[in-house]
């Protein structure tokens, strides 16, 4: 059974369980920068470079993944948000991205495959791409809107590199998230089919969006509908929303990804909206019993947190939804359904 049919097997039974967040985590360490740098003679600081983590304090990341477990996660990420080469040449460290990507994701998958060891049931390991700190639907210049920083074919080489490693590493899946740029979210996954071709393998693709403001549009300006319709084609796993919002504020936008995508819906907020200073403070039965709402409706597949949260969130989302029955997913229709901006469907 691949991985991609032993997952769909266990969201069958039950709304499954994700991880939480890395970033906050490893913040709370209070780590110096002999932490983050090691003995590795970087050029640059290296305090505040989290994927580094997995080089020169792997013990961290295994701590806060076995706890991610502990908690009752199904699934866990790994930490390589910003492990790819245009965000890991802001720490003169974009020649470690492939072993970064590897380290991070054995650390997982020795975790995960100790997990199911102990009690049968099966744990996988997403592996996760960041949407780099560049757009390609966005110019930087005001004064030049024509402008890109970088082309479409240099982000699927940075996605397909950062993907072939997480895949040597032992991940299951590739998760693509936050995605603020639905035209990087292409190149994604044009890269991640590519790769897919070379291994003469599937490689299940997790999709998330990511919501720049209430109204449900991301950055590039695509709704939550269209942005759908711009992905479908790939085939994904997964679709969902994470992060900018707590799970209050993305109810309507889980609502209506629910009705429409035929493919498993994973979610994952933050703990609430952060306070005056940055902070999140939403307490672990507060997003539980929000979540829980979700699944009570049948609207969700995959629970999970982004920001702020911890694995008491998780722990405490594990308990809320257990024994709830998973989202039957939508039978898909025979429309042409297009995307711009706004969704567009063709009916006869």
């Not at 780099?132 to 024509?146: A, F, H, Q, R, Y």
């Not at 991640?192 to 599937?202: P, Y």
Request: aromatic share 8%.
């Amino acid at each position: 059974m691949t991985a991609r049919e032993k997952f769909r097997a266990e969201a069958a039974k039950r709304v499954l369980i994700f991880d939480g967040a890395f970033g906050t985590q490893i913040q709370d360490r209070k780590l110096q920068e002999a932490d983050y740098a090691g003995d590795l003679g970087l050029k640059a600081d290296q305090k505040g470079n989290n994927d580094i983590l997995a080089l020169t304090r792997p013990d961290v990341i295994s701590d806060i993944t076995r706890a991610y477990f502990d908690a009752g996660s199904d699934v866990v990420s790994t930490n390589t948000f910003s492990a790819n080469t245009i965000s890991q040449a802001d720490y003169a460290a974009e020649h470690l991205v492939a072993e970064i990507n590897i380290a991070s994701a054995r650390i997982a998958r020795t975790l995960a495959d100790e997990y199911a060891a102990k009690d049968g049931r099966p744990r996988f390991v997403a592996g996760a791409i960041g949407p780099t700190n560049k757009t390609l639907s966005l110019s930087p210049d005001v004064e030049d809107p024509g402008f890109r920083e970088i082309t479409f074919d240099y982000l699927v080489d940075v996605y397909h590199a950062q993907a072939a490693s997480l895949i040597e590493g032992g991940v299951d899946f590739i998760l693509v998230e936050t995605i603020f740029d639905t035209l990087n979210a292409k190149a994604a996954i044009f890269a991640i089919r590519r790769l897919a071709r070379e291994l003469g393998r599937d490689v299940p693709i997790m999709l998330s969006m990511t919501l720049t403001d209430l109204s449900g549009r991301n950055l590039s300006g695509h709704t939550v509908e269209a942005f759908w319709y711009a992905v479908r084609h790939a085939n994904p796993l997964t679709i969902g929303l994470n992060c900018s919002f707590g799970a209050e504020q993305l109810r309507p936008h889980i609502q209506l990804l629910s009705r429409i995508a035929d493919t498993l819906l994973l979610a994952y907020p933050n703990a609430g909206l952060p306070n005056e200073l940055g902070e999140y403070d939403e307490q672990p039965q507060t997003t539980a019993g929000l979540v829980r709402e979700w699944a009570e409706h049948g609207q969700v597949n995959v629970l999970g947190g982004c920001c702020g949260s911890t694995p008491a969130h998780i722990a405490a989302m594990a308990t809320a939804v257990a024994g709830l029955a998973p989202r039957p997913i939508p039978q898909a229709d025979t429309f042409t359904r297009l995307a711009g901006l706004e969704p567009f469907t063709l009916a006869a």
